[in-house]
């Protein structure tokens, strides 16, 4: 044990360890057709500790020091942890001063064992084609795109990575607006608010992505062929 009551040398060889037993996985990944999403998941669950953060936020939401008191690891371990756990999207950072607190994204875990299953399945999905969060077939990219960044109904978090949030954009397009419909700028808050609370970037990013246009404070879809690839 180090001076700071972390277990280095434990952690580390779990992480080579996983890293290791995941080509087992990997191989059959390539063989089923399983997607590099998946693969990722897969990824971060396959390290000893995380699967313990995993276990732990199952039962309640924990802040970085809880966590760490209770794995007996340095809170910067658990943060690094946290940070890949996120990063496959089965966990959020929740502010509850003067603490961050993170929660299991159950309905991701649910989404997982779904996924795994129909891998291991004859007949399962193609990769070119997978549901999106509406349930409508879509390319296997923005599928799992949308599925990582929408969680019950809501837009998580706006995609930093501009092939991402192009994603994005064209789903609330294609979802929330009529073509041929002028709205309002209130109107549009009002839509754009039920899935995320920053209206202001998404009316932005809308209309450079030149899938919407503005004049006289009025909004309207343009047409598909000038919407963003």
Excluded at 86 to 97: C, F, H, K, M, S
Excluded at 140 to 161: C, D, H, M
Excluded at 203 to 213: D, I, K
């Amino acid at each position: 044990m180090a001076a700071d009551g972390s277990q280095p040398a434990h952690g580390t060889r779990a992480g080579r360890g996983g890293m290791s037993d995941l080509m087992p996985i990997k191989s059959l990944a390539m063989m089923r057709g399983m997607d590099e999403d998946l693969l990722l998941t897969l990824k971060a669950l396959s390290d000893r500790s995380r699967l313990r953060i995993v276990g732990l936020l199952a039962a309640h939401p924990m802040a970085v020091g809880e966590l760490a008191d209770a794995l007996r690891l340095a809170p910067g371990t658990v943060v690094h942890h946290l940070h890949r756990l996120a990063e496959a999207g089965l966990v959020d950072a929740e502010p509850r001063p003067p603490y961050v607190e993170y929660r299991l994204r159950l309905q991701r875990l649910g989404e997982i064992g779904r996924r795994l299953d129909a891998a291991a399945s004859p007949g399962a999905d193609s990769p070119a084609q997978l549901p999106g969060p509406d349930g409508r077939p879509r390319p296997a990219f923005e599928a799992k795109v949308l599925r990582a960044f929408f969680a019950e109904g809501r837009l998580v978090s706006i995609p930093a990575q501009e092939k991402k949030r192009l994603v994005i954009l064209r789903f609330l397009a294609e979802t929330v607006f009529e073509p041929a419909v002028p709205y309002p700028e209130k109107e549009v808050n009002q839509r754009l608010a039920v899935l995320h609370p920053d209206v202001a970037s998404l009316r932005r990013y809308l209309v450079e992505g030149g899938y919407m246009r503005r004049a006289a404070g009025v909004y309207e879809l343009c047409a598909r062929d000038e919407w963003s690839a």
